[in-house]
């Protein structure tokens, strides 16, 4: 099938590995090498973006994003409210293992298609020929959806963190929702400013959140190691805390979330591919090791609240909103220490909003290059003085800004759109590596990959992780505390919207897609 003409002249200057001398300048001019022009050419896109980012920022991109052990700061709390601190720490460490063979598996398939696309592209490449166009489409709008709440849930916590602030410095300070919400709005605008004014400059940016993530990490368990009062190892490793579910298991299955959440995403360095020299070596091994790194940050980082948490009751109703503000303040005693400690987790929170930003906006480029989404050919526009896609970036920061303001009339209406990040970008993985399981069932050939874990390993991992996958997916939907605690508050309306968002992306695909997207696959090339 013929490529659209924006692509035709890209991809026939890259059809053999001979390059014209124009080939070869574009090559130079954009900083890609010959295996990502190649890949580019196979796929049927033009190298739009700059490749600024090498190995070190795109891990710092990833370690950012995921934010692992500052996220599990502020979702501890639902894990020791359901499985206890023995609960929380072994369900963190299968969560760990379980996302290792997760991000293999989708870095085995980055590597065979570095594309900004993600789990979309890779649906189109590999699922049925029968359902590759209509399985691509939902995904890309479950994909979306998930990354599109990602950017608004981060810019919350880093708003409702500084309330947390101004809660434990002023007694006087009376916390609204319109509070946080104008400080959500702060944070997204300055996440777009940096996106756009910074854009040749957002690998830089990386590399230094990457070495505020690691030192940020060291200023803040240490002290707290240090000063706090621990509690017997004993008690931390055996006790399991059953909040009226009936089955201590269960209990500690619904407190997996708060482990899952800070693992959750680094298929968004993936969404950065075309900006990545090397990127199909690079990719996957990026993936692989920022999640065996962030596991480990984030898994000694429960240990330290496990031991140092004190009084559980105290620290979980504290009037700043987050347990671990009051457990900073309990290990140091001092307003000035818990200040700085708390100012350094919200300033990582806000460049994880600039990243999630990012990777968001550039899986909206793809998806509308691709004809997904409507206003296509404005949404993909990619400015040719910056080279990023500064529209997608405008609209995620809009629509980021909308779903804040949903926290004015109601939390519990924001907690229920925020937290379908789960679902829909766990059903993404679930897709995309059930089709490349499904190849290698059938025995039918895979693309090649520079990180090809061979077929038998290979479908081992995609087994385990589908597995892992598809147990987070259920308990995603359980609300977080059992009868009769459960109220229509606290109940988890997640999966209602979930469903909703499924079923409006199918009746749009019948309506309009059908007609006007034709799916990745159909722009792919044979390279001899």
Not at 59 to 79: N, Q, R, V
Not at 199 to 223: D, M, N, W, Y
Not at 256 to 275: F, K, Q, Y
Not at 362 to 381: E, I, M, Y
Request: with cysteine.
């Amino acid at each position: 099938m013929a490529l659209p003409s924006k692509n035709e002249d890209y991809a026939t200057a890259r059809m053999t590995d001979e390059f014209s001398s124009d080939a070869a300048s574009s090559l130079d001019a954009k900083q890609s090498n010959h295996a990502d022009v190649r890949d580019m050419a196979r796929m049927g896109k033009p190298q739009e973006m700059q490749r600024n980012f090498k190995f070190f920022t795109m891990f710092g991109f990833t370690a950012i994003l995921t934010a692992s052990w500052e996220g599990i700061l502020s979702t501890a709390a639902l894990g020791l409210g359901n499985g206890g601190s023995a609960g929380l720490l072994y369900t963190n460490l299968a969560t760990w293992i379980g996302f290792i063979a997760v991000y293999a598996s989708l870095g085995e398939q980055g590597s065979m298609a570095p594309t900004s696309g993600g789990q979309y592209h890779w649906v189109s490449e590999f699922a049925p020929r029968k359902y590759q166009k209509v399985l691509s489409y939902i995904v890309g709008w479950l994909g979306l959806l998930g990354w599109q709440v990602g950017v608004a849930f981060s810019a919350f916590l880093a708003g409702t963190q500084i309330q947390g602030l101004l809660v434990l410095n002023y007694e006087s300070y009376g916390y609204e929702r319109w509070h946080g919400t104008l400080l959500m709005i702060a944070v997204l605008s300055f996440s777009v400013l940096c996106n756009i004014v910074l854009a040749q400059k957002l690998h830089l940016v990386e590399g230094v959140a990457l070495t505020l993530h690691i030192l940020g990490f060291f200023c803040v368990v240490i002290p707290v190691w240090v000063l706090s009062e621990k509690a017997p190892s004993k008690e931390v490793w055996t006790t399991f805390y059953d909040p009226g579910w009936g089955n201590q298991g269960l209990s500690c299955l619904i407190g997996i979330v708060a482990s899952v959440a800070p693992l959750l995403g680094a298929d968004a360095a993936a969404h950065m591919a075309e900006e990545l020299q090397d990127a199909a070596y690079v990719l996957p091994r990026i993936m692989v090791i920022g999640v065996v790194f962030n596991g480990l940050l984030m898994f000694i980082t429960c240990i330290m609240i496990c031991y140092c948490i004190g009084d559980l009751e105290t620290v979980l109703t504290t009037p700043t909103g987050y347990p671990f503000i009051a457990i900073f303040y309990n290990a140091t005693q001092s307003f000035a220490a818990t200040n700085t400690l708390t100012a350094i987790i919200i300033i990582l929170c806000i460049l994880s909003n600039i990243t999630i930003m990012a990777g968001s906006s550039r899986q909206l480029f793809a998806f509308a290059r691709d004809g997904g989404v409507p206003f296509s050919r404005w949404v993909s526009h990619v400015s040719p003085r910056l080279e990023v896609p500064v529209n997608a970036i405008l609209v995620i920061c809009i629509v980021g800004i909308i779903i804040s303001l949903i926290n004015i009339g109601s939390t519990v209406a924001f907690n229920v759109v925020t937290s379908l990040g789960t679902g829909t970008l766990t059903i993404s993985y679930i897709v995309c590596l059930s089709c490349v399981a499904w190849r290698r069932l059938t025995g039918q050939p895979l693309l090649p990959s520079r990180f090809d874990m061979g077929r038998t390993l290979g479908l081992i991992v995609n087994l385990v992780a589908l597995g892992w996958l598809w147990l987070v997916f259920i308990i995603a939907f359980f609300p977080g505390v059992p009868l009769p605690l459960l109220t229509t508050l606290s109940m988890n309306w997640s999966v209602l919207v979930f469903g909703v968002v499924a079923i409006f992306s199918g009746v749009y695909f019948a309506i309009w897609g059908r007609k006007n997207y034709a799916g990745p696959v159909e722009y792919v090339r044979k390279l001899d």
